[in-house]
């Protein structure tokens, strides 16, 4: 078992259809309420937010473009440990890699998706606009869009969705094609116009640190939770590179390594396909004894993993 396979990966085929979905093969996937009254039954639990937790099997590794388009009320994502919080006319951009660990959102919210293959429709890179979004693909993106904007992108989506829908049309990748490229010139335009990219070069240098540390603890945390590996990375002494990550962030370096450690193992051990020595062997420890009853999973989850699988 190798660590490309330790998070349970979704791949485009895998998102199940509904009755207000559409979709081509395993390139293209729509939905959206637009047209439901209401997305929750009078018996539906809602936090002390007013939020209800949406049916996904979480965690997973999404291996597509998820872009959520949020049209009315409230959400909330959770994307590689860091909570989104999605308002109206906020666009979420989700790259392939990213681990979703659950969602939410309260009575009334009208909300789009689109997950598309990167390969597929991206695969160009001599457009200017996809060669931006590429740039910024490193971590989850979200724009605010003006009226104006939102009244733009919605009939484009809708285009791109009755086109899906008709069963006599030859060329729906193509036409879909289109339609996403034309979403991605306004993406574009939208990123470079947040005041996120144009202030990125004026950031401390302890949140480009940050950031950094956070995509190499993404990519290595299967084999590597000792900090001096990551500030080795960036030729920073171990004391020193602890503190800028607890300045930046609020928290330690070493909790961020836990969390996507524990973030992994709950992907695994939820799927119900691997047993504890499996998830062990698959995150490098020394025997799933010290995994599943020492200080690392119980500590951090507050049961075994053989408990925590068993109970979800």
Same mark, same amino acid.
């Given at each position: 078992?190798?660590?490309?396979?330790?998070?349970?990966?979704?791949?485009?085929?895998?998102?199940?259809l509904s009755e207000?979905?559409?979709?081509?093969?395993?390139?293209?996937?729509?939905?959206?309420?637009?047209?439901?009254? *209401?997305?929750?039954?009078?018996?539906?639990? $809602?936090?002390?937010?007013?939020?209800?937790?949406?049916?996904?099997?979480?965690?997973?590794?999404?291996?597509?473009? $998820?872009?959520?388009?949020?049209?009315?009320?409230?959400?909330?994502?959770? $994307?590689?440990?860091?909570?989104?919080?999605?308002?109206?006319?906020?666009?979420?951009?989700?790259?392939?890699?990213?681990?979703?660990?659950?969602?939410?959102?309260?009575?009334?919210?009208?909300?789009?998706?689109?997950?598309?293959?990167?390969?597929?429709?991206?695969?160009?890179?001599?457009?200017?606009?996809? =060669?931006?979004?590429?740039?910024?693909?490193?971590?989850?993106?979200?724009?605010?869009?003006?009226? @104006?904007?939102?009244?733009?992108?919605?009939?484009?989506?809708?285009?791109?969705?009755?086109?899906?829908?008709?069963?006599?049309?030859?060329? =729906?990748?193509?036409?879909?094609?289109?339609?996403? @490229?034309?979403? &991605? *010139?306004?993406?574009?335009?939208?990123?470079?116009?947040?005041?996120?990219?144009?202030?990125?070069?004026?950031?401390?240098?302890?949140?480009?640190?940050?950031?950094?540390?956070?995509?190499?603890?993404?990519?290595?945390?299967?084999?590597?939770?000792?900090?001096?590996?990551?500030?080795?990375?960036?030729?920073?002494?171990?004391?020193?590179?602890?503190?800028?990550?607890?300045?930046?962030?609020?928290?330690?370096?070493?909790?961020?390594?836990?969390?996507?450690?524990?973030?992994?193992?709950?992907?695994?051990?939820?799927?119900?396909?691997?047993?504890?020595?499996?998830?062990?062997?698959? $995150?490098?420890?020394?025997?799933?004894?010290?995994?599943?009853?020492?200080?690392?999973?119980? &500590?951090?989850v507050g049961c075994?993993? @053989?408990?925590?699988?068993?109970?979800?």
């Open positions: 078992m190798t660590k490309h396979n330790a998070v349970k990966q979704v791949n485009l085929g895998m998102i199940p207000t979905s559409v979709n081509i093969g395993q390139d293209l996937f729509l939905d959206d309420n637009f047209s439901q009254e *209401s997305i929750v039954s009078p018996t539906t639990q $809602l936090d002390e937010e007013g939020m209800f937790q949406l049916p996904l099997q979480t965690p997973y590794k999404q291996m597509f473009i $998820l872009m959520i388009v949020c049209t009315y009320g409230n959400m909330r994502i959770r $994307l590689n440990l860091q909570d989104y919080d999605i308002k109206e006319r906020d666009i979420v951009l989700v790259y392939p890699g990213v681990i979703i660990d659950g969602a939410k959102a309260k009575p009334g919210t009208k909300a789009a998706v689109m997950a598309f293959a990167e390969d597929t429709f991206f695969e160009d890179d001599n457009d200017d606009s996809i =060669k931006l979004i590429r740039k910024h693909m490193l971590h989850p993106h979200m724009i605010n869009l003006l009226p @104006r904007e939102m009244d733009m992108l919605i009939p484009m989506y809708k285009l791109m969705r009755t086109i899906c829908s008709c069963p006599s049309f030859d060329y =729906k990748k193509d036409a879909a094609g289109g339609c996403l @490229r034309i979403m &991605a *010139s306004g993406l574009a335009h939208w990123i470079s116009h947040t005041e996120d990219i144009q202030t990125a070069d004026n950031r401390s240098r302890n949140e480009h640190l940050f950031m950094n540390f956070l995509e190499e603890v993404q990519a290595h945390c299967a084999t590597q939770r000792k900090i001096s590996y990551y500030a080795r990375k960036f030729c920073i002494s171990p004391k020193y590179f602890a503190k800028l990550i607890y300045d930046a962030s609020g928290k330690h370096a070493s909790e961020w390594i836990r969390d996507y450690v524990i973030l992994e193992a709950k992907a695994m051990l939820r799927t119900g396909n691997y047993t504890v020595q499996q998830v062990s062997d698959a $995150l490098h420890f020394p025997n799933s004894s010290f995994f599943g009853f020492g200080k690392y999973f119980k &500590a951090a075994s993993p @053989r408990r925590y699988a068993i109970e979800q």
